[in-house]
C-alpha cells in the first residue's frame, strides 16, 4: 500500500511562491503516473499536474507558466513550485498515485 505525505503548504500573499512536496513511503514512486490536485471550499477536487514515469509532464491552463511539476527518485519525493499564487489558487492541494492519496497540505494566498 503507498503511503504519501504533503508538506510545504502556509499562508503566502498574492504574487508569493511555495513549494509542496509529497514523499511517498515503499517502492512504488515513479512506477506510474503522480499527480497533484487541489481542492477548493465548495468545489470538486481538480487535477492540477501530472508527471509520467518517463519524466512528462503535463498542466491543466490554471497551472501552465505559473507551476513546476518535478520528482526526485532518489529521495522519493515529488514537488510542486508553484509561483505567481493567486488568492483562486487557495486550497487544500493533494498528491496521489497508484490509488493512494496523501492527508492534503493547506495553501492560503491572501490578497
Known amino acids: 500500500q503507498a503511503a504519501l505525505v504533503e508538506s510545504g503548504g502556509g499562508v503566502v500573499q498574492e504574487g508569493g511562491s511555495l513549494r509542496l512536496s509529497c514523499e511517498a513511503t515503499g517502492n512504488f514512486f515513479m512506477l506510474n503516473s503522480m499527480h497533484w490536485y487541489r481542492q477548493s471550499p465548495g468545489k470538486e477536487r481538480e487535477r492540477v499536474a501530472t508527471?509520467?514515469?518517463?519524466?512528462?509532464?503535463f498542466y491543466v491552463d490554471f497551472a501552465k507558466g505559473r507551476f513546476t511539476i518535478s520528482a526526485d527518485k532518489t529521495k522519493k519525493t515529488m514537488y510542486l513550485q508553484m509561483t505567481s499564487l493567486k488568492p483562486e489558487d487557495t486550497a487544500v492541494y493533494y498528491c496521489?498515485?497508484?490509488?493512494?492519496w496523501g492527508q492534503g497540505t493547506q495553501v492560503t494566498v491572501s490578497s
Open positions: 508527471i509520467n514515469p518517463n519524466g512528462a509532464t
Open positions: 496521489t498515485t497508484s490509488g493512494a
